[in-house]
C-alpha cells in the first residue's frame, strides 16, 4: 500500500508539473505576443464614436464643441511635456510619452467653440444661457457617453481631458495589453 501512495504521489506531481509547464509556456507565448504588436496610429473606434456623439449631442443643446487633441505618438507627448520645462511656454501635460491614454489612442480634449469661430477654454461660458456652464455641460455628456473626465481627477485637474481606459492601466498599455484583450 505504501508503494501505491508513493507511484500515486510521483505520478501526481508529474501530471501537475505538465499542467504547470504547458500553462507556463502558454503565458510566455502571449506575453511575447503582447510585446510584438504595434502601437497604436489613431484613436480607438469605440473612442472615435463616442467623439462624434458627444460633439452632435453638445451641438443639440446649443453647445459647440471642437476636439482639440485626440491620439498622440509618443514623440508628440514628449514635446508637450517639454514645454515649461526644456522649452518655452506653460507646462502642459504631467504625462511623458508612452505615459498617457492619448498615446493609445483612448483619449481626446475639447474645447468651445464660439459662433465667430474663435476657440475657447473658458469653464465658465454659458453660451446656451441655461444657467449652467458649458463646459461642465459637455463634461456631463461625455461622461454619459462612457468618457472618464480630467476635471474629476484628485491630483491635479485636466479639463479639457476626456479618456476611455476600458479598465486598463498605463502600465499595462506599456506592456502590450489593449482595449480587445479585456472586451473578449
Avoid: C
Amino acid at each position: 500500500m505504501k508503494k501505491f501512495k508513493t507511484a500515486f504521489s510521483i505520478l501526481f506531481l508529474l501530471v501537475l508539473g505538465g499542467f504547470f509547464f504547458i500553462w507556463i509556456q502558454n503565458e510566455l507565448a502571449f506575453r511575447e505576443e503582447l510585446h510584438q504588436r504595434a502601437a497604436p496610429s489613431g484613436l480607438h473606434p469605440i473612442v472615435e464614436e463616442k467623439s462624434e456623439e458627444l460633439v452632435s449631442k453638445a451641438a443639440a443643446i446649443g453647445i459647440q464643441v471642437l476636439i482639440t487633441d485626440g491620439f498622440r505618438s509618443a514623440d508628440e507627448q514628449n514635446g508637450l511635456h517639454a514645454k515649461g520645462r526644456s522649452t518655452t511656454g506653460n507646462v502642459v501635460t504631467y504625462a511623458r510619452g508612452g505615459d498617457s491614454y492619448h498615446n493609445y489612442g483612448l483619449a481626446i480634449d475639447f474645447a468651445l467653440k464660439l459662433s465667430n469661430g474663435e476657440v475657447v477654454w473658458d469653464t465658465a461660458r454659458d453660451d446656451n444661457k441655461n444657467g449652467k456652464a458649458d463646459w461642465f455641460e459637455v463634461a456631463a455628456i461625455g461622461k454619459e457617453l462612457g468618457f472618464q473626465w480630467g476635471g474629476d481627477w484628485q491630483r491635479f485637474k485636466d479639463y479639457p481631458h476626456l479618456e476611455m481606459t476600458f479598465g486598463l492601466s498605463i502600465d499595462e498599455l506599456k506592456r502590450g495589453y489593449r482595449p480587445e484583450d479585456v472586451m473578449q
